[in-house]
């Protein structure tokens, strides 16, 4: 006996990782499905040792299902996610789905697993660099308030799929080629124009608002506070964003800069609270120039902070570096950690 996992999504770049983090998982696994679109049916994903082959996403996929993990976009998830609960499954919907959704909840298990408990057959996993934060953050809410956070990403390619880390590799090697660049997914494949990423950086990560916040810099906002603070609107921490993508093909990282209640509290208290602090890697150490790097993240589950250190102009503000693998704890893992959040609660058993 055992779970019996379906992956939605499972030739993608957040699919192939969250196959991996079933393989690795320490739940008892009775068989795992691939699914993805038509065009993938047939096809094969490695998984352990050997293969799985990949079916189409019908109604029908999900019998006898236990766990779906989703992440084969937005749409996708509303059409086929209430099938998945309706077999009985638990969905942990990697997509935006249902994230805003009040009843739906948005969890990082080291921030707010308590959230679990009041699930309707779907969880909401938050969007990768809401989750590498809030992550770093929570340890330091918990030990000396935490009133309000400027964040500026330095985001990965991979959180826009497979197909947009081609591109960055495919224009790098044009560039070198001194061949023309013929952008065609970032910064989104959603808006009218794209632009190179290769040797770019392009403040643009999804589509824009009227009030020229990126959809992506509402969702840190809005997806912070209803992780740290219960609801997406919350003003108990302020929260701001500017969102950047950026040439490197994994692993998001952060400017943070936050502002707590305790008036007493030093950078060390804050290394402190951090090392003793689930999921979190200190890495801080400028004279030994030892602070967090994307390339060293890449594959680990865990979130790496360094440049810790107190504002000079402003009391009670300091600044981090977070930096996380977007494919893993900010999307695979966090979803197959919040399957293993819930059986460990109780909430999930095999069938
Ligand atoms: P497919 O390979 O069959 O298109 P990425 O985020 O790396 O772009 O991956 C997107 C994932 O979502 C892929 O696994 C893709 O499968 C899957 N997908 C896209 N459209 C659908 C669909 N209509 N039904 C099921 N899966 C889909």
Redesign the pocket.
């Known amino acids: 006996s055992g779970y019996h996992v379906a992956v939605?999504?499972?030739?993608?770049?957040?699919?192939t990782r969250m196959l991996k983090m079933v393989a690795e998982s320490k739940l008892p696994i009775a068989s795992v499905l691939a699914?993805?679109?038509k065009?993938?049916e047939g096809k094969t994903v490695p998984f352990r040792d050997g293969t799985l082959t990949?079916h189409e996403?019908t109604d029908d996929a999900f019998k006898g299902i236990d766990i779906a993990l989703f992440?084969?976009?937005g749409s996708?998830s509303k059409r086929f996610a209430p099938a998945a609960v309706k077999a009985g499954a638990v969905v942990v919907d990697n997509t935006s789905a249902f994230r805003m959704e009040p009843d739906i909840p948005l969890v990082v298990p080291e921030v707010n697993p308590e959230a679990l408990r009041t699930h309707h057959g779907i969880i909401a996993n938050p969007n990768c660099s809401t989750i590498q934060m809030v992550t770093a953050l929570e340890p330091i809410r918990k030990a000396f308030g935490l009133k309000q956070v400027v964040v500026s990403t330095y985001q990965a390619v991979s959180g826009a799929?497979?197909?947009a880390m081609n591109e960055l590799f495919d224009e790098t090697q044009a560039a070198l080629d001194d061949k023309p660049l013929e952008p065609k997914i970032l910064p989104t494949a959603s808006d009218k124009k794209h632009y190179p990423i290769a040797f770019n950086a392009l403040p643009q990560i999804d589509v824009f608002e009227p009030d020229g916040y990126s959809h992506e810099e509402w969702k840190m906002i809005h997806e912070t506070k209803k992780i740290m603070a219960g609801d997406m609107n919350s003003d108990a921490i302020k929260v701001t964003a500017t969102c950047v993508r950026i040439p490197v093909p994994i692993a998001h990282s952060e400017e943070v800069y936050f502002e707590i209640e305790d008036a007493n509290a030093t950078a060390d208290d804050i290394r402190a609270a951090l090392n003793d602090a689930p999921g979190v890697v200190v890495q801080d150490d400028p004279s030994q120039q030892l602070y967090p790097q994307a390339m060293n993240a890449v594959g680990s589950k865990e979130v790496f902070v360094g440049r810790i250190r107190p504002d000079a102009e402003n009391p009670r503000f300091f600044h981090m570096w977070d930096v996380s693998d977007n494919l893993l704890k900010g999307a695979a893992w966090n979803s197959m950690q919040i399957a293993e959040t819930m059986d460990a609660m109780g909430l999930i058993q095999p069938k």
Do not use: W
């Open positions: 939605v999504g499972a030739t993608g770049a957040v699919g699914l993805a679109s065009r993938s990949v996403t992440s084969a976009g996708v799929g497979q197909s």
